[in-house]
Nanobody, 124 residues
Framework: QVQLVESGRGLVQAGGSLRLSCAAS????????MAWFRQAPGKEREFVAS????????RYGDSVSGRFVISRDNEKNTVYLQMNSLLPEDTAVYYC?????????????????WGQGTQVTVSS
């Protein structure tokens, strides 16, 4: 498994932007599919975005498509989530996740490693 540490937590007004980062340990980062999930109080963990090992294939959840951008830098062992046009309903704890293999997935159970989560709060 890979160790993941998120950063970039913050409080932002609706319409604003925020970038999250997730740093991974080890020298095998490029062999993992990476993803972001989020979980709001009282709700299930929700798929936000995923990115293939090379970064060439990305996928987004319906609620963030067109507003969020996932990217990765395999030289820096880091995956990013650029969040634009933020809405109050984007308020949640955001988690970085890693999955061995080739195929991206949208279910939390398909991911092997998780970060501790970082809080994002969007005020109206």
């Amino acid at each position: 498994q890979v160790q993941l540490v998120e950063s970039g937590r913050g409080l932002v007004q609706a319409g604003g932007s925020l970038r999250l980062s997730c740093a991974a340990s080890g020298r095998t980062f490029s062999t993992y599919v990476m993803a972001w999930f989020r979980q709001a109080p009282g709700k299930e963990r929700e798929f936000v975005a995923s990115i293939s090992r090379s970064g060439g294939i990305v996928r987004y959840g319906d609620s963030v498509s067109g507003r969020f951008v996932i990217s990765r830098d395999n030289e820096k062992n880091t995956v990013y989530l650029q969040m634009n046009s933020l809405l109050p309903e984007d308020t949640a704890v955001y988690y970085c996740a890693a999955r061995s293999g080739l195929v991206a997935a949208t279910r939390p159970d398909d991911y092997d490693s998780w970060g501790q989560g970082t809080q994002v709060t969007v005020s109206s």
